[in-house]
């Protein structure tokens, strides 16, 4: 099955500052990598995707790059804000499937 | 995105009894909800997918006898932890699938905290 594999674990950055977060995948068939932002205590919220038909996205400071070769993905954060500071976790599934989730990093954006 | 509601957002109950708890899609029909499990500082843990109208399907190491999953309408499913015991103590997330065409994502409620005494 699909195995997702997602790092640093934790990272901290000065605010103004771009992060980026990095996951692998086992499963050349996942066609669909969402990544999630979850808030101390709240539901995870979906705040960009990538399918694989397509090799980067952008929405204002967030972007995400896909490499399918390598089977890798990659989620950007520019000109971090504290606001910014949460648990990210990225996914990776089949259509259809179920999704199979990163263990999560935690950033945190220093003021 | 789609809305996914969750009740109740806390609950402290005994060891040995029951809690159930709700997902709802308030916008939308969603024939697949997913139920999760998140201990501290730690990832989603797919328990179960629950489809509508039919048997939820249990991932391996859960307990399909303890954690019953009903999903009797397209807006509506149930998580009901039988006997809780202290171990069972932990925050309990659904989600929902949302297709439009070949294109899907999955929507997540607010999350049960669940402390059991």
């Known amino acids: 099955g699909e195995n997702v594999e997602q790092h640093p674990s934790t990272l901290s950055v000065q605010e103004g500052d771009s992060a980026v977060i990095k996951c692998t995948y086992s499963?050349?068939?996942?066609?669909?990598f969402p990544w999630y932002k979850q808030e101390l205590g709240k539901r995870p919220q979906l705040i960009i995707d990538?399918?694989?038909?397509?090799g980067e996205k952008k929405d204002q400071r967030i972007a995400v790059t896909l490499n399918k070769t390598a089977k890798h993905f990659s989620l950007h954060i520019t000109e971090t804000q504290p606001e910014d500071s949460a648990v990210y976790f990225c996914?990776?599934?089949?259509?259809?499937?179920?999704?199979?989730f990163g263990p999560g990093t935690r950033l945190s954006v220093l003021p | 995105g789609a809305v996914v509601s969750q009740h109740p957002s806390r609950v402290i109950c005994k060891s040995g009894t029951s809690v159930k708890i709700e997902c709802r899609s308030l916008?939308?029909?969603?024939?697949?909800m997913f139920w999760y499990r998140q201990f501290p500082k730690q990832s989603l843990m797919l328990m179960a997918t629950?489809?509508?109208?039919?048997?939820?399907?249990?991932e391996q190491g859960v307990e399909k006898d303890k954690f019953l999953i009903n999903h009797a309408s397209l807006t509506l499913s149930t998580l009901t932890v039988t006997s809780a015991h202290p171990e069972d103590s932990s925050f309990y997330i659904c989600?929902?699938?949302?297709?439009?065409?070949?294109?899907?994502?999955?929507?997540f409620g607010p999350g049960t905290r669940l402390l059991v005494l």
């Open positions: 996914a990776a599934s089949n259509t259809g499937q179920n999704f199979v």
């Open positions: 499963d050349s068939a996942s066609n669909y």
């Open positions: 990538i399918r694989s038909n397509v």
């Open positions: 989600s929902a699938r949302v297709s439009s065409g070949l294109q899907e994502t999955q929507y």
């Open positions: 629950s489809n509508e109208g039919s048997k939820a399907t249990y």
């Open positions: 916008d939308f029909q969603a024939t697949t």
